[in-house]
Each structure stands twice: as structure tokens, then as C-alpha cells.
Nanobody, 113 residues
Framework: VQLVESGGGLVQPGGSLRLSCEAS????????MMWCRQAPGKERELVAH????????KYADSVKGRFTISRDNAKNMVYLQMNSLKPDDTAVYYC???????WGQGTQVTVSS
């Protein structure tokens, strides 16, 4: 299992970012996928997940209405569109399958003016 996240960066409050995760080493289309994040000094938390065919998505209350998870099973990719970003969204963002496999390196998102 290999997961490679990308797309993070520094953005001002109210801005947007789109994170990408390229998956390999398993049958991607058979698994629910998720995005998690870990802020400094805090535990990793679930942000969103999407079922294998993409029919069901769920979000943490803190991001509901601002973030959108999607996937492309033909490309083994999962995405997280993040809008109306807030400083509290600052964290390292990780993707993973469900059940959890090895974690990737994550991608840093910093929301600051």
C-alpha cells in the first residue's frame, strides 16, 4: 500500500486548496477512502470519507459545507476540495483507506494571513 498526498500550501483565510492523493498497491475501487488531519499538539482527526463507488460521503462537523471529498477510481485518486479555509484548518492532511493501511507523508496546509 502506498499513498502520496499533494496539493497543500500556504493560503489566506477564506481561500481554497485542492488536495490530491494517489493510491497504489491495493484494489482502490474496493475501499472506502478518507482524509484525516493532524494539527500540532493534537491527535489525528477524521475530516471526511467516501465509499468505494463514491455514493456516500460524510464530513466532520467542523468542515461540513466547506470541504468536498471525491474520487476517481479509474485513476486511483481521491481529492479534497477545501473552500472558505480558516486558521483552525492548519494541519498536515493525510489520506488512507478503510481499514487503515500505512500512512503516507501527508501534505501541509497552513491558513494564515
Amino acid at each position: 500500500v502506498q499513498l502520496v498526498e499533494s496539493g497543500g500550501g500556504l493560503v489566506q483565510p477564506g481561500g481554497s486548496l485542492r488536495l490530491s492523493c494517489e493510491a497504489s498497491g491495493f484494489t482502490f475501487s474496493s475501499y472506502t477512502m478518507m482524509w484525516c488531519r493532524q494539527a500540532p499538539g493534537k491527535e489525528r482527526e477524521l475530516v471526511a470519507h467516501i465509499t468505494s463507488a463514491g455514493g456516500i460521503t460524510k464530513y466532520a462537523d467542523s468542515v461540513k459545507g466547506r470541504f468536498t471529498i471525491s474520487r476517481d477510481n479509474a485513476k486511483n485518486m481521491v481529492y479534497l476540495q477545501m473552500n472558505s479555509l480558516k486558521p483552525d484548518d492548519t494541519a498536515v492532511y493525510y489520506c488512507n483507506k478503510v481499514p487503515v493501511g500505512p500512512w503516507g507523508q501527508g501534505t501541509q496546509v497552513t491558513v494564515s494571513s
